[in-house]
Each structure stands twice: as C-alpha cells, then as structure tokens.
C-alpha cells in the first residue's frame, strides 16, 4: 500500500457484484476483481422482513387495488438486483378499533390474516367537482346519470381557503358495462346496495375472490403471491378508522417488548433488513401512550402540533429512535411512505402549497377540515407531513413518495424499490475514510470509457456507514452506496486517504 505523508493512500481496482448485499474489500491494497453476474447466483441470500401499513380509512379503495396491482412490478425490480428471501406482513393504520370484531380486518398492530371481500358505497367512482346541483355535473359527460355530493348547507363550504374543492359528482349507472366502458377497466360493476336506483353507483371491488379465508400472519415462499390478499386489508366507517396512528401501528406490530411481541418475535429475524413502508392518504396522527385526542379532531389532527411544541401528537423523532433499536445494526432498518404532498415541481410552490394546506386545514370553520394537498385518478390527500419527516430522519435509508403521481402508485413502489436496492448493495471499504475530499470513484463502462462518479443525494453514490456486514474486529468500516446499480461488466476503481491509525491491513 502507497503512503503519502501522516495518511495512508488506498487504491483499489474491482467489480461490484450485483444481487449481494455487500462486496467485501478485504484484501483491497492487492487490487483483486470480481465479476458482475447478470443476477446473484452468487452470494447468500440477502433477508428482508416488509412491514406494510396500510390506511382503511374510507377514501383508500382504489389505492388498495392499486397497490395489490403493482405489487409483482416491485418484486420483479427488487429480483433483478438482489437475491431475496422475503418475508412479509400487512397491518392497518388505527388503534382504537376492537379487533375482535369480525367485520375488522386488523387494529392496534396486529398482522392481518385475511382479506376484504367487497367495498362499501364511500368508494363508488367519483370526480372531484365544483358543483351545488347534479345538473352542473352534465359536463362530464352522460347527462342526467351524474350526482352531485354533498349537498352543501352554505356555498362558501365548496372551496376551502387552499382553493381544494369540497364537492364532487359520482357516476350512477345500470349495468356493469356501462361502468366498464366508462372507466376503462373491465373490473369494474355497477353496485346496488339499497335497491334504490339514485344509489347504484359504478364502483371497482376488490379483486379477493380467489383469496384464502384466512392466511397466515406473515407470507414468504410461495405465499408471496397472496399479498394482494392480505393487503387488500378494506375501508370502514366506524369513526375509530378516521383517526390514523401509523406510526404507533408499525411500533406496536414490531416491538418484541410489546403488546404483540409473540407476532412480532416470529415475524423478525436478526440477520434480515426491516422494511416498514407506510401507504396513507392522510397524515399520521399518533399520540403517546395511555393519550387520545378528541373525535372532534379526527379531521385535522395533523394540525395540533406533537409534545415538544405544546400539542398532542408523539414526536416523529421518538419514533425514528425506536424505530432504530427494532434491529441491533440500526443501518439494516429502511422506511418508506407512499403519502400526499403538493405535484408542483417547483420547490418553492411545494412549500408554499405546504403552508397553504396547513393554514386551511388547521381552520376552525368545520367543513374546511376537509382540506386536501392534491388529488389523482385514485382520490384526493392531504399533506403526510409526518411521514415526510420520518423518511428525512433515516437519510439513505428512507424515501417519500406521493400517493398523488400523476403515473399512478407503480412509480412510487418502484422508487422504493431502488431505495431498498441501494440500501443492500454496497461496497465496504477496508479502513476509516479520513478526509471524504480525497475519496474518487471512477466507473470504467463495458465500452472502455470512464466516468468520474459524483457523491451526494444528487449524485452516483453516497458514503454510507457500513454497519454490521462491514465490521472488521468490532469496528464497523464505511460503505460506498450506489444509486444505480453497475452493469454487468463495469469496473471501479476506489481511491481515498484511509486512517492510518487503523491497521487491519
């Protein structure tokens, strides 16, 4: 190994191995390489434990089946790149509802075993619109075949302060094929709950028929392909679904020290990475123990403020802290949340869109409460300001997307994806990186040409700490991290100032 001055330089000419979880540089002053393979059969699997939790507050229907329908698409990304022995379990977003119940799925955290088997009237197919008569929904199309909901008790409740509407126009109908031709999917049917033709309405069920009764608390193996089951976890009415404690949720799931800690003892193994991703249209409102908020507040809870700044809800910070000690190496645990935020691309609009939210939200005029950051093909949702900070609070190893894409939620699962993929695939280094200017990393492509790669969140790679994969003795060595995973057939070349006061070289 080269020395320059009181630092040791450390040159090293390798290939990344796609599919393993780390590609250890033990040996790094000789200048060894390995071969990228087109997918893992090297390397032992790489162990992940997913958590999902899922809100069944009335308004997420259509983001079920469209979670369960872009399923595959995650699992297909993830398999290119990694070898993965998964396992997976669903749980809901509310804590108060009683369990026992047999018309309720999941509550407090506990795994859901089974799937919903139909949708209630709250989800027939609707469009946001400005309206006060059914006959101002004509501009949809179909004339007369239009309602328009609610039926306001004062016209200054249509739009709230943030210019979001608070009325819509829902599609009646009296057949299946009319729903089906209307909306473009051929799932769709017409629903007749009440027999009363001004409530048939088109509405897209679950698509759970071919489900198992019940399921087991956690899929892996060949059970993977029942997701859809188990995530199809259905909406309810009852107030206790409108007050949401996803993080609260997810804790009590996960704690082996807690309420459900027999689940989630077999459910977690300790040599697996955690995955706990979040799906919401609304914005976490977890409370600390032994708390409640009044159902008054069930609207607009997000405003109140956590602890620390006089309110009611926990810290977020409190929860990315236990969040950390769920795995004895806290870099092996990964969130992500699927939730609403302003569709500007314009950084200062999605701020000024923030605070427009919050201040419409937060108004003390009831019908305001209902107050929304954006809307898509799958519904309207409110600012998931919580879950934004939690993801910020795991710096690499979490990600935001908005359940609002304009693509619809693929694109979000596939961005959680490549999270998860950068988070497994690293490069551990030999020693302690003593100046991270000195650290270089040059890409040679398969074509012969090179590329300096650039680090930072913006970049090609990040300097990572590499946890407990990355330990020589009981130091724990950093990592370089990849946004994109290498090529079959690319080659690095890692140059940094190492610390010379480690010497396990």
């Not at 893992?40 to 434990?49: R, S």
């Not at 077999?266 to 409370?287: G, P």
């Amino acid at each position: 190994m080269l020395k320059t001055g009181a630092t040791g330089l450390v040159i090293a000419a390798l290939l990344a191995t796609t599919g393993c979880n780390r590609v250890p540089v033990e040996g790094l002053e000789k200048s060894f390489s390995i071969e990228v393979q087109q997918k893992a059969a090297v390397g032992d699997k790489v162990k992940i434990d997913y958590l999902w939790v899922i809100d069944n507050s009335t308004s997420m229907c259509e983001e079920q089946v469209a979670l369960t329908a872009n399923f595959s698409k995650f699992t297909e990304r993830l398999q290119e790149s990694a070898n993965i022995d998964a396992r997976v379990a669903v749980t809901t977003m509310d804590m108060q509802c009683d369990v026992e119940n047999p018309n309720i799925n999941s509550s407090k955290g506990v795994f859901n075993q089974k799937s919903a088997t139909g949708f209630p009237p709250s989800c027939f197919a609707k469009k946001i619109y400005e309206c006060e008569e059914d006959a101002e929904c004509n501009g949809l199309g179909d004339p007369g075949l239009w309602q328009c909901k609610p039926h306001l008790t004062s016209s200054s409740c249509m739009t709230n302060p943030n210019g979001s509407i608070n009325t819509f126009c829902q599609r009646q109908c009296q057949t299946d094929k009319e729903c089906q031709d209307k909306f473009n999917n051929e799932n769709y049917v017409c629903a007749k709950p009440s027999g009363n033709p001004e409530d048939f309405g088109c509405l897209l069920p679950p698509q759970t028929d071919a489900c198992p009764a019940k399921m087991p608390p956690f899929l892996e193996g060949d059970d993977l392909a029942n997701f859809g089951c188990l995530a199809t976890v259905g909406v309810n009415q009852l107030k206790c679904f409108k007050y949401e404690q996803g993080l609260n949720s997810a804790l009590n799931a996960l704690d082996r020290n807690g309420p459900n800690k027999a689940q989630a003892t077999s459910f977690m193994r300790d040599d697996a990475y955690l995955v706990i991703i979040f799906v919401s249209d609304e914005d976490d409102c977890s409370v600390p123990k032994g708390k409640a908020i009044h159902e008054d507040f069930y609207d607009n809870c997000a405003t109140l403020g956590d602890t620390d700044q006089g309110g009611k809800l926990e810290p977020v910070a409190h929860f990315i802290n236990r969040y950390k000690t769920l795995k004895s190496d806290p870099t092996k645990v990964i969130v992500a949340a699927i939730a609403g935020d302003s569709t500007s691309g314009d950084p200062a609009q999605v701020d000024a869109d923030r605070v427009d939210f919050m201040e419409s939200k937060g108004s003390k005029k009831d019908c305001y409460h209902q107050t929304y950051i954006c809307d898509s093909k799958a519904g309207k949702a409110d600012w998931g300001s919580r879950y934004l900070e939690l993801a910020e609070g795991f710096g690499i190893n979490g990600i935001f997307t908005n359940i609002c894409s304009e693509q619809g939620i693929g694109p979000a699962l596939s961005q959680i994806a490549d999270t998860i993929i950068r988070v497994i695939n690293k490069i551990c280094l030999p020693k302690p990186v003593l100046s991270s200017e000195s650290l270089i990393v040059v890409k040679q492509k398969t074509d012969g040409s090179q590329q300096v790669m650039v680090e930072g969140d913006d970049g090609d790679y990040n300097l990572v700490p590499g946890g407990d994969d990355c330990k020589i003795g009981d130091e724990v060595m950093p990592a370089i991290s990849f946004k994109d995973q290498p090529l079959p057939g690319e080659k690095f070349t890692i140059t940094y100032q190492g610390d010379p006061a480690f010497n396990n070289l």
